[in-house]
C-alpha cells in the first residue's frame, strides 16, 4: 500500500486548521506560539509533498530555509516570551495588551 499525495496534503491541512484554530481561541503566549510552530510544520508537510510528487528537490530546499528560520524564531520568540513574563508575571495575552509599563 503506497501513501499518496492525497494523504500527505491531508495531514498538512488538518494539522495547519488546529494550528490555526489554536491561534484564534487560545489565550496564553505559549500555547500561540506552539500553534504557529504547528502550522510552520504543516506546510513543511505541504513542501515536502509536492516535491515527492513531482520528484524534483525544490521542496526539500524550502523545508531546510523554512526550519532553519523556524530554528532562529524559536529562539526569540522565547526569549521575548521570557521577558514579558519577568516583567508582567503572567504569559496570557489579555493582559499583555498594553505597550505601556
Known amino acids: 500500500m503506497s501513501v499518496g499525495l492525497t494523504e500527505y496534503l491531508t495531514v498538512a491541512v ?9 491561534v484564534l481561541i487560545r489565550k496564553n ?6 500553534c504557529l ?3 510552520l510544520v504543516a506546510s513543511t508537510i505541504a513542501f515536502v ?6 520528484g524534483t528537490m525544490d521542496g526539500n530546499v524550502f523545508v531546510f530555509f523554512i526550519l532553519t528560520v523556524a530554528a532562529a524564531e524559536v529562539a526569540v ?12 508575571q503572567t504569559v496570557q495575552v ?8
Open 37 to 39: 510552530e504547528l502550522m
Open 14 to 22: 488538518v494539522l495547519f486548521v488546529i494550528g490555526f484554530v489554536g
Open 49 to 54: 509533498a509536492f516535491s515527492r510528487f513531482n
Open 77 to 88: 520568540g522565547l526569549a521575548i516570551i521570557v521577558a514579558l513574563f519577568r516583567r508582567r
Open 94 to 101: 489579555e493582559e499583555l495588551n498594553a505597550l505601556k509599563n
Open 29 to 34: 503566549t505559549l500555547v500561540i506560539y506552539m
